[in-house]
């Protein structure tokens, strides 16, 4: 650097020497969002501590001032003990944690605390993390060694829910966590042993919850059950519900589902994603015969994002919910049908649900005076077939739904040009200009067509999107991937065979067609502070 650079760069910081101390550190605290960090840094504010080190005046700034540290993500990767040759540590983490959160002040504060090994249960961890100091809670348990439990974890609850309960010598409960917005449990590799008796009483340590998300590997037990634990209402604030794992006793009915929609008036994102086992999937798919005998459920005004298995309870309850102001449906599949009869009539009555909802839906917007608002509807592996699609697009045509996306799903008992010459038809038949006014992207990801890897994006403006609204069977014909003759994805033809009997193909990327590589995540060490 050259004396004239020196010099300038001094003046600049000369003026803004000149700044108050909380503009300065708002000034700081936009930077460093802005810079090129990991998320790891951003959450441990390295960004802010090498300010911190530029000069005596910003080094204050940045620790007088309480916004600068309420977040702290924290990777712990030994074991931790009650008793032993570690037992000190859990008294001088609680210390690290008290040391950087003490500079808050009464600003509340959001923990991600990530271990690499499974804790036994620390009461002195466990008093730390209770308060109404905490805004936000994220517990991530990253252990590869099999469906084990997370006993730390239930631990925590407990202790939560015994704190709660004897805060007032058991007469009126007063809630541990009463500032707590957003609680999130991301542990793939466990399992969560529920029964009778203990579980998740939200509204008794944290009332206020806005955020819940769970992500383990199975429940044993039933999902509503888990929270019906001495709260009759335990969703009545929640904006977001997201829960992903198997489910080893499903039940045979939507109940659940319907429960949030009821009980959660101000619930705006909805994912829920219970992985079945083969054993227990077709237990979900209900009677045909009970579908008249349901009565509609009273629209949901908030709900606006939706990300649900393809399942007899899940259509069950489309036909059922006037989704208004619903802007993004995703389905994504529980697993694989054993007979390919069942798996005909899955499918239809998905495809006769889904074109109920927009239906109703459309209704109960003109009622509230509005406009239907869902924007998109994806199809994440998804068994869709040729008049499932065909019937999909039909009636979402005057829908104001601006992406289709078709991602990884596979035409079972069919083939793809099937559909595209039924919507042809359906196009001639029409005499409009487009087939669907108001599509904005159409995308097919087909990574098992044929044993190849391909994806196709159409965008309004294009070449390809102009085809595929005048001419949707000549478009699939132009960008359909060539079918390896070594490949056979569809065993005995259509209509024929048992569904798991099918082997995977193997993988090829498209060479012009921008395939998803995959993603692997990284933990980052914790470094000390």
């Known amino acids: 650097m050259d004396l004239k650079e020196k010099n300038t760069q001094s003046i600049a910081i000369a003026s803004i020497q000149g700044l108050p101390m909380e503009v300065l550190a708002h000034i700081f605290a936009l930077s460093t969002s802005i810079l090129t960090l990991s998320d790891y840094e951003k959450e441990n504010g390295v960004g802010l501590l090498n300010l911190a080190c530029v000069c005596k005046f910003w080094h204050e700034t940045i620790h007088l001032f309480p916004h600068s540290w309420p977040h702290l993500e924290l990777v712990v990767d030994i074991e931790l003990k009650n008793a032993g ?47 109404a100091q905490w805004k936000a809670l994220f517990f991530k348990l990253i252990i590869f060694e099999g469906f084990i439990s997370f006993p730390w974890l239930d631990g925590l609850l407990d202790h939560a829910t015994h704190a ?19 609680l999130e449990i991301d542990s793939p590799f466990t399992s969560y042993e529920y029964n009778s008796g203990h579980g998740i009483e939200l509204a008794t340590i944290a009332p206020n919850l806005r955020h819940l998300k769970i992500y383990v590997s199975e429940l044993h037990g039933r999902v509503g059950d888990l929270f019906r634990v001495g709260d009759s209402h335990p969703f009545a604030n929640l904006t977001t519900f997201s829960w992903e794992g198997e489910v080893l006793y499903p039940s045979r009915s939507p109940s659940f589902l319907e429960s949030l929609l009821l009980e959660a008036p101000n619930l705006e994102v909805l994912e829920y994603l219970d992985a079945l086992r083969p054993s227990n999937l077709f237990a979900e798919i209900p009677v045909a015969e009970a579908e008249n005998t349901l009565l509609p459920l009273p629209p949901h005004k908030s709900l606006r994002k939706m990300s649900v298995h393809w399942s007899g309870p899940t259509a069950m309850l489309l036909r059922r919910a006037p989704l208004p102001r619903l802007e993004s449906l995703l389905l994504s599949p529980q697993g694989r049908y054993a007979t390919s009869s069942q798996y005909r009539f899955l499918r239809t009555y ?42 999909f697009c039909g009636a979402l045509r005057e829908a104001p739904v601006e992406a289709i996306t078709l991602e990884d799903s596979v035409w079972a008992q069919s083939e793809p040009e099937d559909a595209f010459e039924r919507l042809q038809g359906f196009r001639d038949s029409l005499r409009a200009e487009d087939l669907f006014p108001k599509l904005e992207v159409f995308s097919v990801n087909l990574s098992r067509y044929s044993g190849v890897g391909w994806q196709e994006i159409a965008r309004r403006g294009t070449e390809g999107f102009k085809l595929l609204q005048c001419c949707p069977k000549q478009w699939w014909e132009k960008v359909r991937p060539v079918p390896r003759d070594d490949v056979l994805p569809h065993p005995g033809g259509p209509g024929g065979g048992n569904l798991e009997e099918e082997e995977e193909p193997e993988l090829y990327s498209g060479e012009e067609r921008g395939d998803v590589p995959d993603s692997e995540g990284s933990v980052e060490e914790s470094q000390e502070q």
């Open 85 to 131: 040759p570690h037992d000190v540590l859990l008294p001088n983490l609680c210390n690290h944690l008290d040391r950087w959160y003490g500079r808050a002040g009464d600003v509340h504060r959001s923990l991600t605390l990530t271990m690499k090994r499974a804790p036994t249960g620390a009461r002195v961890l466990y008093d730390y993390l209770l308060g």
């Open 164 to 182: 709660s309960r004897s805060a007032l010598d058991g007469l009126i409960p007063t809630p541990c966590w009463p500032n707590l917005e957003t």
């Open 350 to 391: 998905m495809a006769n649900a889904l074109v109920a909802l927009f239906r109703n839906s459309s209704a109960s917007a003109s009622e509230l005076g509005d406009d239907t608002r869902l924007k998109g509807l994806h199809f994440h592996l998804t068994h869709i077939a040729d008049d499932d699609l065909y019937e």
